[in-house]
């Protein structure tokens, strides 16, 4: 059976022993650092690490992980531009496909890092960029070394992006297979996959805990071969600042539109696209009852899907604001002045972080209703309301009777013009 813990406690007391927590050398490994991106692994890894290094701030470190676009190092194979505390490792070559480290001066570099701190526990964020041999290093370097990991996608299990979706439709994966997965990656064979994940299990079986932050995740890891022994399911850790007074519930104005918003990385995969749909037949059926604002980056997509989302925007009307970029430290504030907040995503999500700080914050969610989403929302009901993957009109359906609990009427079409333009909307 899978074992479940609180964050704060599991935090502190994962894989104690007769020492004290204080006095245990923990060493937290990361893809990325948050000073170089805004991923929800690197950032639960990194809040991990500042909760740890609060009561041990001379035995916790991190190791994050900087790629340069060309796939060639950047300087010094580790360096600490942080903090004496924070590592960051600059990438080499890597297979994608077997998430094996291509880089040759990894191995002794890290291995002597492992000599010098000699962490009691490593705790694994992900394996790529910094490859699954890391953990044989780990073992063979500190053989009473405590190795964990937390999952926070698919990657093993899926090799489209860890996202188990089907290529080119996708449309929600429920299992994978040689078999199943060649019809994804036709370029490959079976043979191909059934190698992969034996290649996977040699390394995955030197972990001693693995931490999912969703039921649903652990149970598809299960489903593919990890020990029901060592699975814990915990929830990421989170930092807000403090929240302010919701400014949306000081108003007594019942006039007014419902104020939705959407934070995270916009991509297909994240659901905008449903959620641009719905804002458009809206502003085709003439409701004015709804503002959505649209808070996250695309830089990082394919040039072609941004001017898709340019696109979408334009048809979506006046009612939908493109905010841009955010930084989550003013999430709480951004959060505070909505009556909603969408998580549209077309894929098994895992523990999406915006789930949890619109929890916090007291706003209500609208979640696609599979994976990780479906989760968070059965376990508190009274916090957010579920609609079927995809679909934009039942998106539609939802926020409209989301407004009629609230009591809110949407503006005249006067009010309405006067409030988009005093607001800078994409017109």
């Not at 190698?195 to 299990?201: G, Q």
């Not at 915990?234 to 006039?255: F, Y």
């Not at 048809?315 to 493109?322: D, T």
Request: net charge neutral.
């Amino acid at each position: 059976m899978t074992r479940t813990k609180t964050p704060a406690i599991a935090t502190r007391r994962q894989n104690s022993n007769s020492r004290k927590t204080a006095e245990r050398r923990v060493l937290v490994i990361s893809h990325s650092h948050p000073e170089l991106t805004k991923g929800g692994a690197e950032i639960a890894a990194y809040n991990q690490y500042a909760a740890l290094a609060a009561d041990a701030p001379e035995t916790t470190w991190f190791l994050g992980c900087s790629r340069d676009a060309t796939g060639q190092h950047v300087g010094a194979v580790f360096s600490q531009p942080f903090g004496p505390q924070e590592y960051v490792y600059a990438c080499g070559g890597f297979d994608w496909f077997n998430f094996s480290n291509m880089d040759a001066r990894f191995p002794d570099e890290f291995r002597a890092l492992l000599q010098e701190l000699r962490p009691d526990e490593v705790h694994f964020h992900h394996y790529i960029n910094i490859g699954l041999e890391a953990i044989l290093h780990v073992r063979e370097m500190l053989p009473n070394c405590r190795i964990t990991m937390t999952l926070h996608e698919y990657l093993a299990i899926c090799h489209h992006y860890g996202q188990m979706v089907t290529k080119p439709a996708l449309t929600p994966c429920h299992g994978a297979s040689p078999r199943k997965c060649v019809k994804c990656f036709p370029e490959k064979a079976p043979e191909d996959f059934f190698l992969r994940k034996r290649y996977v299990d040699r390394f995955f079986e030197l972990v001693d805990d693995f931490i999912s932050p969703s039921q649903f995740l652990a149970g598809r890891y299960q489903e593919w071969g990890v020990s029901s022994s060592k699975m814990t399911v915990q929830e990421n850790i989170i930092r807000m600042p403090t929240i302010p007074p919701r400014t949306v519930a000081q108003t007594d104005l019942k006039s007014r539109p419902l104020r939705v918003g959407f934070f995270g990385q916009i991509s297909k995969l994240k659901g905008i696209n449903v959620l641009l749909a719905a804002a458009a037949l809206l502003n085709v059926e003439s409701d004015l009852g709804f503002v959505f604002e649209i808070y996250g980056d695309d830089s990082g997509q394919p040039p072609e899907f941004q001017q898709d989302f340019r696109d979408g925007l334009k048809k979506a009307g006046l009612n939908v604001i493109y905010r841009g970029p955010y930084d989550r430290l003013t999430v709480g504030h951004l959060m505070s002045s909505l009556d909603a907040v969408v998580v549209p995503s077309i894929w098994w999500e895992n523990s999406p972080v915006v789930i949890q700080e619109a929890q916090a914050c007291g706003v209500h969610l609208l979640c696609s209703d599979i994976g990780g989403m479906a989760e968070k929302i059965a376990a508190a009901p009274t916090t957010g309301t579920l609609f079927p993957v995809g679909n934009h009109i039942a998106l539609c359906d939802a926020l409209r009777q989301l407004r009629s609990r609230m009591g809110l009427s949407p503006p005249s079409i006067g009010q309405q013009l006067t409030r988009q333009v005093s607001a800078g909307v994409n017109v």
